[in-house]
């Protein structure tokens, strides 16, 4: 996922349909934006994994403190609703925001899509 002049963030879809789950492996980021007074942020990364546009499950990532370019190589399971797989793997959707944690005021995004709210990824 990238977002112009907002970084990029590196992620994995795996889809197991005889599990009917998915695994998200949300990798790495790079070039995000300076978003605290010391020029770096503290990023996380936050899923939601929604079906026929309803969210049913959320996940998040460690925040890494003081950092542009963060590693995260942290693994995600999402349990997909009985039926999804079979012709109906359309409705799922899985959205990502990557925001700056912050200890005093609102965490803010840091990496958005190219429209707002980022579109969902759809799996094919």
């Known amino acids: 996922m990238r977002s112009q002049g907002r970084g990029e963030v590196l992620v994995s ?15 790495k980021a ?13 990023p996380y990364v936050k899923m ?3 079906y026929d546009g309803t969210r049913i499950a959320k996940k998040k990532t460690h925040i ?5 370019n963060p590693v995260f190589n ?3 399971v999402f349990d997909l609703p009985p039926g999804a797989g079979q012709g109906n793997l359309d409705k799922i959707s ?13 965490n803010e995004v ?6 707002n709210p980022p579109p969902p990824v759809k799996l094919l």
């Open 110 to 115: 840091c990496l958005l899509s190219t429209s």
């Open 30 to 42: 790079r070039n995000l934006p300076k978003m605290d007074v010391t020029g770096l942020a503290d």
């Open 74 to 76: 942290e693994s995600f």
């Open 64 to 68: 890494k403190k003081r950092t542009l």
């Open 48 to 50: 939601y994994l929604l």
């Open 94 to 106: 899985l959205q990502l925001l990557l925001l700056d944690w912050d200890r005093v005021t609102k």
């Open 13 to 27: 879809l795996c889809w197991q349909p005889t599990a009917n789950r998915l695994t998200v492996v949300v990798l």
